[in-house]
Nanobody, 128 residues
Framework: VLLVESGGGLVQAGGSLRLSCAAS??????????MGWFRQVRQVPGQAREF???????????SYADSVKGRFTISRDNTKNMVYLQMNSLQPEDTAVYYC?????????????????WGQGTQVTVSS
């Protein structure tokens, strides 16, 4: 499974960004994978990746970290093998590298250990 994130960048506080994650692979069936977004602050060595949002295989169930609830929206398009993270009202504390993750069987959607496949990450920087 190959996951490729895009859409990161520099934005002022209060602004918006939309992250995209394109999924592909040999004999890959996207609608059999739960998807998640995590983030990690690059300047903090050893810090675990922080859960941001997740979405079920069909897209009918979503979960969010309390810190982003009401500001971020996760969605997916199973016809395009894409998952998105719409981020509104961005704040400097949202600055991090954002990763897309996938797995077929996820017990705890909030734990990075529950995902086998990861993208390379995309940097989001929010200036004050």
């Amino acid at each position: 499974v190959l996951l490729v994130e895009s859409g990161g960048g520099l934005v002022q506080a209060g602004g918006s960004l939309r992250l995209s994650c394109a999924a592909s692979g040999r004999s890959f069936m996207f609608d059999r994978y739960g998807m998640g977004w995590f983030r990690q602050v690059r300047q903090v060595p050893g810090q675990a990746r922080e859960f941001v949002a997740s979405i079920s295989r069909s897209g009918d169930t979503t979960s969010y970290a309390d810190s982003v609830k009401g500001r971020f929206t996760i969605s997916r398009d199973n016809t395009k093998n894409m998952v998105y993270l719409q981020m509104n009202s961005l704040q400097p504390e949202d600055t991090a590298v954002y990763y897309c993750a996938a797995d077929r069987t996820i017990v705890d959607v909030t734990s990075p250990d529950g995902y086998d496949w990861w993208g390379q990450g995309t940097q989001v920087t929010v200036s004050s």
